[in-house]
Each structure stands twice: as C-alpha cells, then as structure tokens.
C-alpha cells in the first residue's frame, strides 16, 4: 500500500484525486496540504509542510508554485519522491526542483495526458519534416479560471517543435499593434473561458496548405489518473529529475 500525501487536496484536482484513490487498491491517502484546511473528505489537512504530522510514501502536487519550496523542503529532508503537477514554474522554482531531485526522486510535467505526450512527440516529427517553410502557431484554451498564460503545456509543445529547428526560433506569446510581417518565431496564443478543460492546437501554414495537430482534453480526471500512475512509478526511484518520458 502506498500513502500518498497531496499538496491542494481541497482544489479541483485534488477532488479528482481523492475519487480516484477510493477506487485504487494500491492507493491510501495519507492526507493532504491545502491553505484551506476545510475537512472536505474526512482526512487530515494541514496549512503547510512544517505542520505535517503523518508518513507519505510519495507526494501528488497539483496546487500553486507558492507551496513548492516548503514541499520540496519537506520531500527532500525525508527523501519523498514527489510528483508536480503544478504549473506556472519561474526559474527560481526550477533551481529548487533541480536541486530537490539531487536528494530524492522528483516527477516534473505540465500535462500528465497520455495523448498530450503523444502530441508532443508528434509535433517534433512534423517540424522536422516541413521545416523552414512552414509557420509554426500554438493556440491553447482553457478555462477562465486558469491563473497562467501560457499554458505549461503549449510551452512544452513550443520546445518540442523549436527542437527541430536547433532552439533557433524565438517565442512569442501573442501578437498585438503593428508588429510587422512574421519571422523567425513559434506563436502561442492563450484563450480563457468558461469551462474549458484543456486545448492545445499546433498549425503549420505553409504555402496552400495548412496541417493542424490537436488534442482536447474533455474532464480533468484524465491528468489525475496520470499523476496517480506516475505516483506509483515513482515509488522506489532514486534521487533525480523524471518526466513523462521516463514513464512512458
């Protein structure tokens, strides 16, 4: 049995989390780390990781890059491995998860989506294929009450296909005024609105010719199930930086 411990057990997904866990036989939630300390499920909840009074075999965070260094902190004095799911990352979160994954395992993706992943891969190959020739845009939906733009996701999605090209292509995100003709860029454009879980739209325009890859994400239990496989993946890893790719 593993015991799982999640950071923003009181939001969205760790809602998502606490369902499917019910109905895993591997899974036994050891509680949960949320600024609202509310007993949703009849578990245990504390305000943060200094007042964390059980044992976890792994950590699933889905919450805010606010609860990361306290987290990483705690994970890495106890060497938990730790799943972050969480998006929004500025460069001094990831200088505390690269140094956290030199004492204990560390699983960093923005989307947890076998599909997405698949997405990712396949945009690489496209690039590569077409080439200079064609105009590379990213459009990303997602709902109005996502905090960050863009998504984790569309910029993975903007690595990947800026890998074909040497990391030669810079990122613009969005356009507006009289920028002038296109150049030597990767577009990503952000849409927020009502309940739209997740859409990522990769097009290369070419001369008469348009080739569009997409994915569409319809519930968010998706990314949950996908936390929860890497969870377990996870368990028993050695210290060091993991991601989708590892898994898959």
């Not at 499917?20 to 036989?25: G, H, I, N, Q, V």
């Not at 106890?78 to 972050?84: D, G, S």
């Not at 077409?130 to 910029?155: C, M, Q, R, Y």
């Amino acid at each position: 049995m593993i015991d799982l411990l999640i950071t923003g057990i009181n939001g969205k997904m760790g809602g998502n989390l606490v369902a499917l866990s019910a109905e895993d036989k591997e899974i036994r939630i050891a509680g949960g780390v949320d600024a609202d300390v509310s007993d949703k499920y009849g578990l245990p909840v504390w305000k943060n990781f200094r007042s964390v009074d059980a044992h976890a075999d792994v950590i699933i965070d889905f919450s805010s890059p606010s609860a990361l260094e306290g987290e990483l902190e705690w994970a890495a004095e106890r060497k938990v491995p730790a799943v972050l799911a969480a998006t929004g990352y500025d460069e001094r979160h990831l200088e505390l998860i690269a140094d956290a994954a030199k004492k204990t395992a560390v699983f960093r993706t923005a989307n947890f989506s076998l599909g997405i992943n698949l997405l990712i891969k396949l945009v690489r190959q496209a690039a590569e294929t077409l080439g200079e020739k064609f105009d590379v845009e990213i459009i990303e939906k997602h709902h109005n009450l996502k905090a960050d733009a863009p998504s984790g996701t569309a910029l993975m999605l903007a690595e990947s296909v800026n890998g074909a090209f040497g990391d030669g292509k810079r990122i613009m995100n969005g356009r507006a005024g009289a920028v002038g003709k296109r150049g030597n860029e990767i577009g990503i454009h952000a849409v927020r609105g009502g309940t739209i879980v997740g859409e990522h739209e990769v097009m290369f325009a070419g001369e008469d010719e348009i080739i569009t890859l997409a994915h569409s994400a319809r519930s968010k239990k998706v990314f949950a199930a996908g936390a929860l496989k890497a969870a377990k993946w996870l368990c028993g890893k050695p210290a060091g930086l993991y991601s989708m790719d590892d898994l898959l």
